[in-house]
Protein backbone atom coordinates (compact mmCIF):
# COMPACT_ATOMS: atom_id res chain seq x y z
CA UNK A 1 0.00 0.00 0.00
CA UNK A 2 1.04 3.42 -0.90
CA UNK A 3 0.47 5.98 2.03
CA UNK A 4 -1.41 8.92 0.84
CA UNK A 5 -2.39 10.89 4.04
CA UNK A 6 -0.69 9.57 8.03
CA UNK A 7 -3.20 11.29 10.73
CA UNK A 8 -0.87 11.43 14.35
CA UNK A 9 -2.78 11.67 17.49
CA UNK A 10 -1.76 11.25 20.84
CA UNK A 11 -3.39 10.06 24.03
CA UNK A 12 -2.11 12.03 27.26
CA UNK A 13 -3.27 11.34 30.75
CA UNK A 14 -5.31 8.71 32.38
CA UNK A 15 -6.40 7.02 29.10
CA UNK A 16 -10.07 6.73 28.25
CA UNK A 17 -9.88 9.91 31.67
CA UNK A 18 -7.18 12.31 29.52
CA UNK A 19 -7.00 13.80 26.34
CA UNK A 20 -6.49 13.27 23.06
CA UNK A 21 -5.03 16.10 20.38
CA UNK A 22 -4.25 15.71 17.29
CA UNK A 23 -0.17 17.16 15.14
CA UNK A 24 -1.78 20.09 13.73
CA UNK A 25 -3.99 20.61 16.87
CA UNK A 26 -7.40 20.69 15.33
CA UNK A 27 -8.62 18.02 17.56
CA UNK A 28 -8.26 18.56 21.21
CA UNK A 29 -10.33 17.02 23.65
CA UNK A 30 -10.96 15.36 26.92
CA UNK A 31 -11.90 12.53 27.31
CA UNK A 32 -14.01 10.71 30.02
CA UNK A 33 -14.99 7.26 30.69
CA UNK A 34 -19.01 6.54 30.07
CA UNK A 35 -20.99 5.66 33.35
CA UNK A 36 -22.42 2.34 32.03
CA UNK A 37 -18.27 1.68 32.14
CA UNK A 38 -18.14 3.04 35.80
CA UNK A 39 -17.06 6.80 34.80
CA UNK A 40 -18.33 9.59 36.01
CA UNK A 41 -19.79 10.19 32.64
CA UNK A 42 -18.40 13.76 32.16
CA UNK A 43 -19.02 15.76 29.50
CA UNK A 44 -16.56 14.56 27.27
CA UNK A 45 -16.12 12.11 24.73
CA UNK A 46 -15.07 8.78 24.44
CA UNK A 47 -12.68 6.22 22.14
CA UNK A 48 -15.94 5.04 21.00
CA UNK A 49 -17.22 7.93 20.00
CA UNK A 50 -14.09 9.12 18.05
CA UNK A 51 -14.26 5.92 16.28
CA UNK A 52 -17.91 5.94 15.45
CA UNK A 53 -17.40 9.76 14.16
CA UNK A 54 -14.34 8.27 12.29
CA UNK A 55 -16.05 5.43 10.41
CA UNK A 56 -19.67 7.03 9.55
CA UNK A 57 -17.48 10.09 7.93
CA UNK A 58 -15.50 7.15 6.04
CA UNK A 59 -18.47 5.06 5.21
CA UNK A 60 -20.25 8.62 3.53
CA UNK A 61 -17.41 8.93 1.81
CA UNK A 62 -17.23 5.25 0.29
CA UNK A 63 -20.79 5.71 -0.59
CA UNK A 64 -20.63 8.64 -2.48
CA UNK A 65 -17.75 7.71 -4.21
CA UNK A 66 -19.08 4.33 -5.10
CA UNK A 67 -22.34 5.98 -6.09
CA UNK A 68 -20.32 8.48 -8.36
CA UNK A 69 -18.33 5.36 -9.92
CA UNK A 70 -22.14 4.38 -10.81
CA UNK A 71 -23.23 7.90 -12.09
CA UNK A 72 -25.68 8.15 -9.23
CA UNK A 73 -26.12 11.48 -7.65
CA UNK A 74 -26.34 11.26 -3.80
CA UNK A 75 -26.45 14.06 -2.24
CA UNK A 76 -28.42 13.23 0.80
CA UNK A 77 -26.71 10.21 2.45
CA UNK A 78 -26.31 9.84 6.09
CA UNK A 79 -24.67 7.69 8.09
CA UNK A 80 -24.97 7.07 11.89
CA UNK A 81 -22.64 4.67 13.19
CA UNK A 82 -22.86 2.95 16.50
CA UNK A 83 -19.92 1.39 18.25
CA UNK A 84 -20.59 -1.06 20.99
CA UNK A 85 -18.04 -2.10 23.49
CA UNK A 86 -18.04 -5.45 26.04
CA UNK A 87 -16.49 -8.14 27.04
CA UNK A 88 -14.93 -10.54 24.74
CA UNK A 89 -12.99 -13.62 25.63
CA UNK A 90 -10.17 -11.83 28.14
CA UNK A 91 -9.82 -8.57 27.02
CA UNK A 92 -12.80 -6.08 25.33
CA UNK A 93 -14.63 -6.19 21.56
CA UNK A 94 -15.94 -3.80 19.68
CA UNK A 95 -19.27 -4.18 17.70
CA UNK A 96 -20.63 -1.54 14.88
CA UNK A 97 -23.63 -1.11 13.31
CA UNK A 98 -24.02 1.34 10.21
CA UNK A 99 -27.47 2.64 9.35
CA UNK A 100 -27.29 4.49 6.00
CA UNK A 101 -30.16 6.56 4.59
CA UNK A 102 -30.60 7.20 0.71
CA UNK A 103 -33.91 8.91 0.57
CA UNK A 104 -32.97 10.35 -3.08
CA UNK A 105 -32.41 6.50 -4.27
CA UNK A 106 -34.80 3.23 -4.73
CA UNK A 107 -34.40 0.74 -1.25
CA UNK A 108 -32.76 -1.88 -3.88
CA UNK A 109 -30.11 0.82 -5.38
CA UNK A 110 -29.37 2.24 -1.79
CA UNK A 111 -28.73 -1.47 -0.56
CA UNK A 112 -26.38 -2.47 -3.23
CA UNK A 113 -24.04 1.06 -3.03
CA UNK A 114 -24.21 0.04 0.72
CA UNK A 115 -22.64 -2.95 0.13
CA UNK A 116 -20.12 -1.67 -2.46
CA UNK A 117 -19.03 1.16 -0.13
CA UNK A 118 -18.28 -2.03 2.70
CA UNK A 119 -15.94 -3.17 0.44
CA UNK A 120 -13.99 -0.07 -0.21
CA UNK A 121 -14.33 1.64 2.90
CA UNK A 122 -11.04 1.71 5.18
CA UNK A 123 -13.12 1.45 8.23
CA UNK A 124 -14.70 -1.43 7.08
CA UNK A 125 -11.61 -3.25 5.59
CA UNK A 126 -9.78 -2.97 9.11
CA UNK A 127 -12.28 -4.48 11.01
CA UNK A 128 -13.45 -7.09 8.90
CA UNK A 129 -13.36 -10.15 10.55
CA UNK A 130 -12.50 -8.97 13.71
CA UNK A 131 -15.45 -6.74 14.53
CA UNK A 132 -19.31 -7.39 13.80
CA UNK A 133 -20.72 -5.08 11.71
CA UNK A 134 -24.18 -5.31 11.13
CA UNK A 135 -25.04 -2.74 7.85
CA UNK A 136 -28.87 -1.39 7.98
CA UNK A 137 -30.57 0.59 4.99
CA UNK A 138 -33.40 3.07 5.76
Given at each position: ?65 V ?14 A ?18 V ?5 P ?5 A ?26
Open positions: MTTLYTAKATATGAGRGGRVRSSDEVLDVELSVPKELGGPGAAATNPEQLFAAGYAACFNSALQLARKQKITLDDSTVTEVGIGPAGAGFGLSVSLLSTPSVRETAQLVGAAHQVCPYSNATRGNVDIELKVA
